[in-house]
């Protein structure tokens, strides 16, 4: 008998010794069972979207309130602020595709190929994390190299983790509409995770006062004598209160990655042993050179970039802006509850309408209400109704992404069948661009408050400052997310095609499982398509 490529996944009389058969007899053929649904129980699903939690615990609060942290507490000028906040994130939007090429040259394991890089990079990710919270007594120019150098430690180990993590999608079933589910459950979680950031981060540190120096050319500036001892014991119960939430947030993490490993089980593609990985920078090359990703990608940089320009500033905006000194942190607990209450209606919206009508109506519904506090007065109880609305158009900027990529995916592997191993390629370099667009969001926005006047521990700021607070929190996001929605018109997926490349993909999964990984007669997959 021949030895090929799919012997071992080949039909039973193949492995039937020539002589058992009398001349002129034929092996009985062996009749197809129709494939049965791969579904997904609803604790792998949990178990699945837990592990999205710590990514966005982290991220959460690092995204909230490390500007406000550097700036107020450990009382760095805001250009130092801003070279930490840049290069921690660019660098991590450097280490997402360096990450994904490891990822790709890694081998399987017992845990699969994915699982390893979870397990090992956690204890050392909650380190590091822990470190950028604690506040050394160094002089100024040494405090920069320790925040910087935990900040971009942190940021690799991190993406060590949620690389490995957000190519898991493809490898927890191959039916779409599971990976769609277990998407949808891993945005709620998300979601919460987000809020559980925002309200430990918040509500911890919003109990401590947070000192502030008033306007030197007022009358009381706390310089000497008791002002100062109060000021300074004032700061180390901040520093203390910002070290407390740090290790509530690193036992969170802990806990998720744990309920990850244990509940999750990463699965193989039929006969996918004998296929071997492409090699990365082809791999990279053509993924880059795939009309539907490179629109998605650049359509969502330009919405996400916009909601991280309000995420990295709605701290100081509330504070200094709209005067809510003691009301941010609460106000951001609206905005994620409201998202997390309404992750479920846009799963649902997205399969009804399709995910190209929910992208304009969720994401574009943010811009009436920036413009509505571009436009009032500073009034509490109609921010908090913004806060509630601005949380629903949250929600489907944290769904679709990660909803619409397994998508480009199955329209890539159509197009490249040979093109094995390329996920971690597709969900790593989506990562960087995002990350770098948030990096410059960040280091933008520290220095034009460097340039308009800020002044750090102040009970108030310039007018110049409030201005440009309410610039970056409002009328750049609308225009950013205006630009956003006008890529989204190239991107060519719609539902009809990707009922199309769910039939194509469906045909192939069944020939290579009879048929040993031969590749689908192009006849009938152009057919099909």
Not at 153 to 164: A, D, G, K
Not at 355 to 381: C, D
């Amino acid at each position: 008998m021949a030895k090929g490529e799919g012997a071992e996944c080949g039909s039973a009389a193949g492995l039937l010794p020539a002589g058992i058969l009398k001349a002129g007899e034929h092996p009985a053929p062996v009749k197809k069972e129709p494939k049965k649904k791969q579904q997904l129980s609803i604790c792998n699903k949990l178990c699945y979207a837990v592990g999205g939690a710590p990514y966005q615990l982290t991220g959460c609060a690092l995204g909230f309130f490390l500007q406000i942290y550097l700036l107020d507490v450990a009382q760095v000028d805001p250009f130092s602020a801003s070279i930490i906040l840049f290069v921690g994130r660019a660098w991590d939007a450097i280490t997402d595709p360096l990450v994904g090429f490891c990822i790709s040259k890694s081998s399987w394991t017992r845990l699969g190929r994915l699982m390893p890089w979870i397990v090992f990079s956690t204890p050392l990710a909650v380190v590091a994390y822990f470190l950028i919270w604690f506040g050394p007594d160094f002089p100024q120019d040494q405090t920069l190299w320790w925040y910087l150098l935990f900040y971009c430690l942190f940021e690799t180990l991190v993406t060590c983790f949620h690389v490995p993590y957000s190519a898991l999608t493809m490898f927890i079933s191959t039916e779409q509409s599971e990976r769609d589910s277990a998407t949808a459950y891993r945005m709620t979680v998300e979601v919460l995770g987000t809020v559980l950031g925002t309200a430990i981060q918040g509500q911890i540190v919003g109990q401590a006062d947070t000192p502030c120096l008033q306007d030197p050319t007022g009358s009381a500036v706390a310089l000497e004598g008791a002002n100062r001892t109060h000021s300074n014991i004032s700061l180390r119960k901040t520093q203390n209160a910002y070290l407390l939430a740090a290790g509530v947030i690193a036992s969170i993490y802990i806990i998720c990655a744990v309920i990850l490993t244990l509940g999750v089980r990463e699965q193989r593609e039929p006969c996918e042993t004998q296929k071997e990985p492409m090699p990365f920078f082809r791999g990279l090359r053509l993924v880059m050179s795939h009309g539907p990703y490179v629109k998605l990608i650049a359509a969502f940089l330009f919405t996400s970039l916009a909601f991280m320009l309000v995420e990295g500033n709605f701290a100081l905006f509330c504070t200094y802006t709209l005067g809510f000194r003691n009301e941010f942190q609460n106000l951001l607990l609206v905005i994620m509850l409201s998202a997390t209450f309404t992750i479920p209606f846009w799963q649902w919206f997205l399969t009804r309408f399709g995910k190209k009508t929910a992208v304009y109506i969720g994401i574009s519904s943010a811009v009436p209400f920036l413009m509505l506090v571009a436009l009032m007065e500073s009034n509490l109880v109609v921010t908090y109704l913004v806060a509630v609305a601005a949380g629903i158009s949250v929600a489907s900027a944290f769904l679709l992404p990660w909803s619409m990529l397994p998508d480009v995916i199955d329209d890539f592997h159509l197009k490249q069948p040979h093109s094995h191993g390329t996920e971690p390629i597709f969900f790593s370099f989506y990562v960087f661009f995002t990350k770098f667009a948030s990096g410059v969001s960040l280091g933008i926005s520290t220095l034009s408050l460097d340039f308009a006047g800020y002044q750090t521990r102040g009970c108030s700021q310039p007018a110049h400052v409030k201005l440009t607070l309410k610039m970056l929190v409002t009328v750049s996001p609308i225009v950013l997310i205006l630009l956003g929605l006008l890529l989204f018109k190239l991107y060519p997926i719609d539902e009809e095609k990707r009922q199309q490349n769910k039939k194509a993909l469906q045909v192939l999964r069944e020939e290579a499982s009879s048929s040993g990984g031969s590749d689908t007669d192009s006849t009938e997959l152009a057919s099909i398509l």
